[in-house]
């Protein structure tokens, strides 16, 4: 066996894609020049408009950040009493319920997609329920149709937490344009991003009126409120960044999806590790590689975990704690451990490997090698 290197710099689980810094500088002038930097300006519109035929969807409406978003969705739809959500997702999912004076209601994750398990919806029910509030994990699209039916069923809306959900498609196009609303991130992190940001996409000129009032305060102009609004609007200089990062998406999702084929061509035989599988028909963003170590895997997580730091390797334990395990959460009655059993298993289980434009190829096969060989270091 060759001898393993140690990365110099630590190797995080992502990078931010950030195009040469020279190529931001015209639009930074152009700003400087005429001096409107946030409210609706120039560089904010070509941003929507772009971003609307890049996903291939009706309206969208741009933020600040993914939460601020999920608030003003929230808000948007005039949700109250009790939404139906995952509480395998990022804290943030569950905060913009809390924030709008929601209470949330966790139902368990299917297995295969991680996703809110559409069989156990119906069960959570009450007369108090408004909603759902499903995520898209990892990108991988929730089962949309079937969530839509129960939805229908009951007189619900549907919030989608698409955070992770950029450019993603099934095959009838775009998850975005399911659901009542569905918000994306465009933080750091993130496939695509804008330093911090977010967006609404909606599928009506009036709901997207509403939530551009609502992200301004509630003005619908300059004497008067019309609603509890909010500061979530975008500034220029991230709407900026926002279109010089589209022009390099599609260069950025192939070398994903590069790394994303390499790792599964060298976990396909690999005993007790699981990776989420394709589904036909739809087009991911390989925003994430989660693997899944079972009982046939040498060691169990936690230990890969601490052994992947140990070679300067950080991946991350997404999404280790459920969000029903913070103090805000965990005395719901849908907290209870037993209501959670796949979710649980899955939270002490999952690793999110490295997977980044800039990903070098050494840098990878040092994880695979470590992976690969964790029962024998
Ligand atoms: C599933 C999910 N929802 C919401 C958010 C919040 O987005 P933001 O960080 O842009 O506020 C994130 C990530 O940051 C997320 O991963």
Same mark, same amino acid.
């Not at 710099?9 to 930097?37: D, G, H, S």
């Not at 295969?112 to 759902?132: G, H």
């Given at each position: 066996?060759?001898?393993?290197?140690?990365? &110099?710099?630590?190797?995080?689980?992502?990078?931010?894609?950030?195009?040469?810094?020279?190529?931001?500088?015209? $639009?930074?002038?152009?700003?400087?020049?005429?001096? &409107?930097?946030?409210?609706?300006?120039?560089?904010? &519109?070509?941003?929507?408009?772009?971003?609307?035929?890049?996903?291939?969807?009706?309206?969208?409406?741009?933020?600040?950040?993914?939460?601020?978003?999920?608030?003003? !969705?929230?808000?948007?739809?005039?949700?109250?009493?009790?939404?139906?959500?995952?509480?395998?997702?990022?804290?943030?999912?569950?905060?913009?319920?809390?924030?709008?004076?929601?209470?949330?209601?966790?139902?368990?994750?299917?297995?295969?997609?991680?996703?809110?398990?559409?069989?156990?919806?119906? !069960?959570?029910?009450?007369?108090?329920?408004?909603?759902?509030?499903?995520?898209?994990?990892?990108?991988?699209?929730?089962?949309?149709?079937?969530?839509?039916?129960? !939805?229908?069923?009951?007189?619900?809306?549907?919030?989608?937490?698409?955070?992770?959900?950029?450019?993603?498609?099934?095959?009838?196009? =775009?998850?975005?344009?399911?659901?009542?609303?569905?918000?994306?991130?465009?933080?750091?992190?993130?496939?695509?991003?804008?330093?911090?940001?977010?967006?609404?996409?909606?599928?009506?000129?009036?709901?997207?009126?509403?939530?551009?009032?609502?992200?301004?305060?509630?003005?619908?102009?300059?004497?008067?409120?019309?609603?509890?609004? *909010?500061?979530?609007?975008?500034?220029?200089?991230?709407? !900026?960044?926002?279109?010089?990062?589209?022009?390099?998406?599609?260069?950025?999702?192939?070398?994903?999806?590069?790394?994303?084929?390499?790792?599964?061509?060298?976990?396909?035989?690999?005993?007790?590790?699981?990776?989420?599988?394709?589904?036909?028909?739809?087009?991911?963003?390989?925003?994430?590689?989660?693997?899944?170590?079972?009982?046939? $895997?040498?060691?169990?997580?936690?230990?890969?975990?601490?052994?992947?730091? &140990?070679?300067?390797?950080?991946?991350?334990?997404?999404?280790?704690?459920?969000?029903?395990?913070?103090?805000?959460?965990?005395?719901?009655? =849908?907290?209870?451990?037993?209501?959670?059993?796949?979710?649980?298993?899955?939270?002490?289980?999952?690793?999110?490997?490295? *997977?980044?434009?800039?990903?070098?190829?050494?840098?990878?096969?040092?994880?695979?090698?470590?992976?690969?060989?964790?029962?024998?270091?």
């Amino acid at each position: 066996m060759t001898e393993l290197k140690v990365p &110099q710099n630590p190797l995080f689980v992502t990078q931010p894609l950030l195009p040469p810094l020279a190529e931001f500088i015209p $639009y930074l002038q152009e700003i400087w020049e005429n001096k &409107q930097l946030t409210n609706n300006g120039p560089f904010h &519109q070509q941003l929507e408009a772009e971003l609307a035929a890049y996903l291939g969807v009706k309206h969208i409406s741009l933020f600040t950040n993914g939460t601020i978003a999920l608030v003003t !969705a929230l808000q948007a739809l005039r949700i109250t009493g009790e939404v139906i959500t995952t509480p395998y997702s990022f804290v943030a999912t569950a905060h913009s319920l809390l924030w709008n004076g929601i209470k949330p209601v966790f139902v368990d994750i299917d297995p295969n997609s991680m996703n809110l398990d559409p069989a156990k919806i119906e !069960a959570a029910i009450t007369p108090q329920t408004t909603a759902i509030l499903p995520v898209h994990c990892y990108g991988h699209p929730c089962d949309v149709d079937r969530i839509e039916k129960i !939805a229908d069923n009951y007189g619900l809306k549907v919030i989608y937490d698409a955070a992770h959900a950029f450019g993603v498609q099934n095959a009838e196009g =775009s998850i975005l344009n399911h659901g009542d609303l569905s918000v994306l991130s465009f933080h750091a992190t993130k496939v695509f991003n804008t330093f911090e940001g977010g967006a609404i996409v909606c599928h009506s000129e009036k709901d997207k009126r509403r939530i551009d009032h609502l992200k301004n305060f509630g003005f619908v102009d300059d004497a008067t409120v019309v609603s509890l609004g *909010i500061n979530g609007k975008m500034s220029e200089v991230n709407a !900026a960044f926002g279109l010089l990062q589209l022009k390099g998406i599609d260069v950025a999702l192939a070398k994903r999806k590069r790394i994303s084929d390499r790792y599964r061509a060298a976990f396909k035989d690999l005993k007790g590790l699981r990776y989420l599988e394709d589904v036909a028909g739809e087009v991911p963003n390989f925003a994430y590689f989660p693997v899944l170590l079972e009982d046939a $895997y040498p060691i169990d997580r936690d230990t890969l975990f601490a052994r992947l730091k &140990q070679h300067n390797i950080f991946a991350r334990r997404y999404f280790y704690p459920l969000i029903t395990e913070f103090p805000m959460y965990r005395g719901l009655p =849908s907290a209870e451990h037993g209501n959670l059993i796949v979710a649980r298993q899955l939270a002490s289980k999952v690793l999110c490997l490295p *997977i980044f434009p800039a990903l070098t190829d050494d840098s990878l096969e040092l994880v695979i090698h470590l992976i690969k060989n964790a029962g024998e270091l």
